[in-house]
């Protein structure tokens, strides 16, 4: 199974993409870099996790690192699209092993207001955990490439999208593969008719933009793929190609969400991710632990 790609750059203005499929949760996860200069980030590392056990790994982030050493990159940030539900975040592991700064969307601060009070942890969730958090619309410099943060919400209200130089876009959980569709939106403060927007403005995007997808569940049991164009999904994604309306989408999200079993690891992983990726305090015997709100689902 391919569960490694990298998608090179096409020339000036244009990074290098590389994708490491996570098989426990069909995330994918990025090291988007800069040819020019060297300079990279890392989006959505998976801190890799037994539920059975309550046991965490690294072993997915230290495949990260290898490569992020063996292709001679300096790391500027890492960077969480949203809280995931699905898997733990490698973001505060990452940090402490690469010195790098940790950053996500501002609007992580009214998700946390929702799980504040889902887990009864008044004080926990400090947007503090992050060293940035981007707001709609602000950019920074990958080395020589721009990259512009665009809110995307809907499948959660923090989403960001990152879009990379002059053709690339780190879509997250909002669209999938065309064959696959979308991302549902039936979490806490998800929203169907939002992601729908959400969407049709990353479909706005030039039709050779290259998008990188979040998540990716092997479609009739085809390789794991990650990475289509603005154009590829106009053409035939299966739930918003050109021609398909939002009440429409909305009827057929829905009633997909509606088949879904929550995440099995969604309430282990919003009291991590909150955090950035840091797990709770050891209590009194030296061990962590995590937290579980019972019968609210
Ligand atoms: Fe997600």
Redesign the pocket.
């Known amino acids: 199974m391919r569960t490694f790609q990298t998608s090179s750059s096409r020339g000036a203005g244009s990074p290098d993409v590389a994708g490491f499929y996570e098989l426990d949760t069909g995330s994918i996860q990025y090291v988007v870099s800069d040819p020019a200069s060297r300079r990279a980030m890392i989006v959505d590392p998976v801190l890799n996790y037994d539920p059975k056990a309550g046991r965490t790994g690294t072993r997915s982030a230290d495949e990260i690192l290898r490569h992020v050493e063996q292709a001679g990159l300096s790391v500027d940030w890492v960077i969480d699209?949203?809280?995931?539900?699905?898997h733990f975040s490698a973001g505060a592991y990452l940090k402490d092993k690469l010195g790098t700064r940790l950053a996500t969307g501002e609007k992580v601060r009214d998700i946390a207001v929702v799980w504040r009070k889902l887990y009864n942890m008044p004080d926990a969730f400090e947007p503090s955990t992050f060293d940035r958090v981007f707001a709609d619309g602000e950019s920074f410099d990958l080395g020589t490439l721009p990259v512009r943060v665009m809110l995307s919400p809907g499948?959660?209200l923090a989403?960001i999208t990152l879009i990379v130089g002059e053709d690339a876009a780190l879509v997250?959980?909002t669209l999938m593969q065309p064959d696959s569709g979308t991302?549902?939106a039936d979490?806490p403060g998800a929203d169907v008719a939002t992601l729908y927007r959400s969407i049709k403005s990353i479909l706005a995007l030039p039709g050779t933009t290259r998008l990188f997808v979040?998540?990716d569940y092997c479609h009739d049991g085809r390789e794991p793929a990650w990475e289509s164009t603005v154009a590829e999904q106009k053409a035939s994604n299966v739930h918003v190609k050109d021609g398909v309306g939002e009440a429409e989408f909305v009827r057929i999200r829905s009633e997909r969400d509606r088949t879904l079993p929550l995440p099995d690891r969604m309430l282990h992983a919003l009291q991590v991710n909150l955090r950035a990726g840091r797990l709770p305090e050891p209590e009194s015997d030296g061990h962590r632990y995590l937290r579980i709100p019972l019968n609210r689902f």
């Open positions: 699209t949203h809280p995931h539900a699905d499948h959660t989403s997250h959980d991302s549902r979490f979040g998540h």
